[in-house]
């Protein structure tokens, strides 16, 4: 072996380069990727037995992309510009070259260039979990993956550990089924509760979205696949969602609807960011320089591609096919790659390069970025996938996330954990039956099961009332199969509908009182990609759904017997009208495959839940802030929407204008207790940092973690701010009863700030600011004071997203 290397150092030694030995060997384990050809030791990529500048893997990665670049004709950059793949769509849009690809259901492949020996890497949906085909024609193996829970789900764990272990177990189905990069984690700020994809989404909060994706992104990118952070920025509804114009301030967009990505991106280095497809201020995101490249990349630090949303940058669907006009301008503004590549775009890039108005430095910058990208995957690195992923051991993880991430939203006299075993539960409700593991469209899984809340039930030892069972599963059975019948006909993106309830005499119901012990009833929502939620018969519950709980809670009351019900939804419902009808609600979301074992593990007790509302659930729709405005104008078919409420999304208006919510951000129950003490500052003049600690003791009766959130009030003198705002949390490990542990959440400068849109900077204003440390947004349970001398301007930023109409932002004041 020490021979070989000798030989073959020595060879290397002889021509251009001079490298030592040992750097070389470094080179050679670092990459791991070498071939022997003709004795010298390199990646053979376009197969011509010779060693080319852009194939030694000892020179830096920039110097051989340099190379291959020059050895590219025009055709193969303009197609390398754009993505290809996602087939299905060809009939509709004449994407270039579609073809399905190594791993079929992917939504696309970077262009291959077979002469250069460029490979052409392989992205695929999405936030719950990979999503691609799981059966292959003449292939008698199946590639099922992990439907984990979706973002909301998850976030509301607030547990980043957690997180990152999920990261962990998705980015390796990743990796195993040979895909490059994962689209996903979305992070867009739930600005209204009807958002069809809200569910696919974090938080009404930029911290919590951007710490949970940090963490999503650490844990899947550590497999040595790439993530891509979407959709940047602003993505916040479907309706019209390739041609909304958004118009929002400059702060309102930093403060809230970048800050997430902001955190994403210096804590976790995502491979690339997907840009939306809204407008902002009358441009497409896609074409925004000042999005793109002064914030993304000089002010944040980005190092990775920019990649556009699916079409993304056109008018809409029909005028795909002739939309070349904005190509130039995307190239321009930083995104780096179009997915994926239509023959229009590419005619639109070889005359803007042959003219000039597409410069080449702007071509060479772009293709860089993007075979850096390629460069870097496990399929360049030759990794060997086994298409056999671990989903046992995944199954696991999504049981335990999906547990952490259930809020316990009502718990009347410690009903929960239920531990009286062999005697019935009545379950009612379509959706106990069928249960629903995530929402629809590019967020959906193909998982191999869902568990269902009856089985996970029966899993863990209770009895479910068989009569209603028989009942249930064939009407069921037969409303499912008509509602994905009409879907099919809708559309690839045809939205879900509710399946109806089952209708149950009043006999009937009396007759269960009386013979079980305990009623369960789901509530059941399902959304997606391509269209926003209604508010009646979705926000709003149907009248079938009303009288289902009002026939159960009137009859088992009166049998004196309790009634819990199951929230399996992926956004926020209205729960005011009837929550005091009934004993406990759990609020389990859309809680990926296991999810009748998630559900039974928290009703049983195994698990204590510990899950807290990254949102607000307002008392009734018309309380939203963005009800005003959402969707835009004109209504019948909305082009333009204003931002109005500015900062003041969630519990940022909720709390400042002391609007009362059904339940507030950051709400959730346990079945223990915890008492909050010695909040300390490190300091209570602020100098550069500050850190405040605050012991959590465990004072009930079962162990239990607590989730812990410090809202900051800052002097509010020269701009409108919040009444409170989140800038830190943390999560307790498991405490025993009687056990405490002490929690560190830090200050920064800007943390302290807001931002400015007069002086281009976010500013600390001089005064006196208030700690708060709640169990949630309005359970404060301690609060501290420290001051800040002098006003800090913390960091001077590009002036971003003028305005192309006025914005007359809501105001505190
Ligand atoms: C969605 C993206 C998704 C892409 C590829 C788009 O329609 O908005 O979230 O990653 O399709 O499937």
């Given at each position: 072996m020490k021979k070989h290397i000798k030989k073959t150092a020595a060879v290397l030694l002889s021509g251009a380069m001079v490298l030592s030995l040992s750097s070389w060997k470094s080179a050679v384990k670092a990459t791991g990727q070498n071939l022997v050809v003709d004795g010298l030791q390199f990646i053979d990529l376009n197969g011509n037995g010779k060693l080319d500048k852009y194939e030694d893997t000892r020179l830096p990665l920039a110097d051989r992309i340099v190379d291959l670049i020059s050895k590219m004709t025009d055709e193969e950059k303009a197609s390398m510009l754009m993505g290809t793949g996602m087939p299905g769509f060809d009939g509709l849009t004449p994407v270039v070259g579609a073809v399905e690809g190594r791993v079929p259901g992917a939504a696309g492949i970077t262009y291959q260039v077979d002469r250069l020996g460029i490979p052409g890497i392989i992205l695929a949906d999405g936030p719950a979990g990979l999503r691609i085909k799981p059966i292959r024609d003449n292939d008698k193996r199946t590639y099922y993956c992990t439907a984990f829970p979706v973002g909301t789900a998850l976030a509301s764990s607030w547990n980043t550990e957690l997180i990152e272990s999920v990261g962990k177990a998705m980015?390796?189905?990743?990796?195993?089924?040979?895909?490059?990069?994962?689209?996903?984690?979305?992070?867009?700020?739930?600005?209204?509760?009807?958002?069809?994809?809200?569910?696919?989404?974090?938080?009404?909060?930029?911290?919590?979205?951007?710490?949970?994706?940090?963490?999503?992104?650490?844990?899947?990118?550590?497999?040595?696949?790439?993530?891509?952070?979407?959709h940047f920025a602003a993505?916040?509804?479907?309706?019209?969602?390739?041609?909304?114009?958004?118009?929002?301030?400059?702060?309102?967009?930093?403060?809230?609807?970048?800050?997430?990505?902001?955190?994403?991106?210096?804590?976790?280095q995502p491979w690339t960011v997907m840009s939306s497809y809204n407008l902002i201020n009358g441009t497409y995101t896609?074409?925004?320089?000042?999005?793109?490249t002064d914030i993304l990349r000089d002010e944040w630090g980005f190092k990775g591609i920019v990649m556009t949303d699916w079409f993304g940058g056109y008018a809409g669907f029909n005028s795909l096919a002739n939309g070349t006009s904005n190509v130039v301008e995307q190239l321009d503004a930083g995104n780096d790659l179009l997915m994926p590549g239509l023959p229009a775009q590419k005619k639109a890039i070889l005359e803007s390069m042959k003219s000039g108005k597409l410069s080449k430095a702007v071509v060479d910058r772009n293709l860089t970025r993007i075979l850096e990208l390629v460069f870097k995957s496990p399929l360049a690195l030759k990794y060997k996938y086994t298409d056999q992923p671990d989903l046992k051991r995944n199954a696991a993880v999504t049981r335990a996330a999906a547990a952490e991430g259930m809020v316990l939203l009502k718990n009347s006299n410690n009903l929960l954990p239920y531990t009286v075993k062999g005697k019935d539960i009545a379950a009612f409700g379509v959706t106990s039956y069928d249960f629903i593991a995530g929402g629809t469209g590019s967020g959906d899984v193909n998982e191999a099961y869902t568990v269902s809340l009856i089985d996970g039930l029966t899993n863990a030892g209770y009895t479910v009332d068989q009569e209603l069972k028989t009942m249930y599963t064939p009407f069921v059975a037969k409303?499912?199969?008509?509602?994905?019948?009409?879907?099919?006909?809708?559309?690839?993106?045809?939205?879900?509908?509710?399946?109806?309830?089952?209708e149950l005499s009043k006999e009937l119901i009396d007759q269960k009182a009386a013979s079980s012990a305990l009623a369960i009833l789901t509530v059941g929502r399902n959304s997606g990609e391509g269209g926003d939620r209604n508010v009646a018969n979705d926000f709003n519950l149907a009248a079938?759904?009303?009288?289902?709980?009002?026939?159960?809670?009137?009859?088992?009351?009166?049998k004196g017997k309790k009634v819990v019900v199951i929230l399996n939804i992926g956004g926020v419902i209205e729960t005011a009208s009837w929550k005091d009808k009934v004993d406990a609600i759990l609020l389990s979301w859309q809680p990926g495959q296991e999810g009748g074992n998630s559900v039974a593990d928290i009703f049983s007790g195994k698990v204590n839940p510990s899950g807290k509302l990254t949102m607000t659930f307002p008392v009734k729709y018309e309380d939203t802030?963005?009800?005003?405005?959402?969707?835009?104008?004109?209504?019948?078919n909305p082009e333009n929407v204003t931002y109005a409420e500015g900062v003041y999304v969630g519990y940022r208006y909720f709390n400042t204008f002391k609007v009362k919510p059904s339940y507030e951000f950051g709400f959730g129950g346990s079945y223990t207790s915890f008492a909050y003490s010695d909040l300390k500052l490190s300091s209570t003049v602020f100098n550069g940092k500050l850190s405040a600690t605050v012991t959590i003791k465990n004072t009930g009766k079962v162990a239990g973690k607590e989730v812990v959130g410090l809202y900051l009030s800052a002097p509010h003198e020269k701009l409108d701010k919040p009444a409170s705002e989140l800038k830190a949390f943390a999560k307790t490990k498991l405490l025993k009863p009687g056990e405490s542990e002490t929690i560190n959440l830090t200050l920064s400068p800007k943390d302290l700030a807001s931002f400015m849109e007069s002086r281009s900077a976010w500013v600390a204003e001089a005064g006196s600011y208030t700690v708060a440390i709640g169990a949630s947004s309005l359970d404060i349970k301690k609060t501290a004071v420290f001051s800040l001398a002098k006003e800090t301007e913390v960091e001077k930023v590009h002036k971003s997203f003028a305005l192309t109409s006025p914005v007359n932002e809501l105001k505190a004041k």
């Open positions: 980015g390796n189905e990743v990796k195993e089924y040979g895909v490059d990069v994962l689209l996903a984690p979305a992070l867009n700020i739930q600005r209204n509760p009807l958002c069809g994809r809200n569910f696919e989404y974090y938080s009404e909060d930029p911290l919590i979205a951007g710490k949970i994706a940090a963490a999503m992104v650490n844990g899947i990118q550590s497999n040595g696949v790439g993530t891509s952070i979407k993505n916040n509804q479907e309706t019209n969602r390739l041609s909304i114009n958004e118009h929002i301030t400059e702060r309102t967009m930093r403060e809230l609807y970048l800050k997430g990505f902001e955190i994403a991106v210096k804590e976790s896609s074409a925004r320089k000042d999005l793109l409303e499912k199969a008509a509602e994905l019948e009409s879907r099919k006909k809708r559309g690839i993106l045809a939205l879900p509908e509710r399946l109806p309830e089952l079938d759904e009303v009288s289902l709980i009002d026939k159960v809670s009137a009859a088992f009351h009166a802030p963005s009800a005003k405005n959402w969707l835009g104008t004109p209504a019948a």
